[in-house]
């Protein structure tokens, strides 16, 4: 079983900055496509943003050009590096491991945008 801690959520006003880290305890971590994940309420859940264990990355077109997923394997981590908030990118933001045949999800942190 894989657990997975996000950090980093908050409270910020628009154009802001939040930075979230994932950090996990499975030893294979480079093994797994790092994802990260949101729901606003009433809304389905999407992928923001999404990082494979060889560096490819992947963007929601809403997110392109603000957000930066990054990993670092040493550290068992993922990170979302958010710029330029918007009131829209407010919701619940979930990381999740994937492998070939498991996945795993954290409990997510809220990042909410607003002045």
């Known amino acids: 079983q894989v657990q997975l801690v996000e950090s980093g959520g908050g409270l910020v006003q628009p154009g802001g900055s939040l930075r979230l880290s994932c950090t996990s305890s499975t030893t294979i971590f480079s093994i797994y496509t790092m994802g990260w994940y949101r729901q606003a309420p009433g809304k389905q859940r999407e992928l923001v943003a999404a990082i494979t264990s060889v560096d490819s990355t992947v963007y929601a077109d809403s997110v392109k050009g603000r957000f930066t997923v990054s990993r670092d394997n040493a550290r068992n981590a993922v990170y979302l590096q958010m710029n330029s908030l918007k009131p829209e990118d407010t919701a619940v933001y979930y990381c999740?491991?994937?492998?070939?045949?498991?996945?795993?999800w954290g409990r997510g942190t809220q990042v909410t945008v607003s002045s």
């Open positions: 999740k491991a994937s492998s070939f045949t498991q996945n795993y």
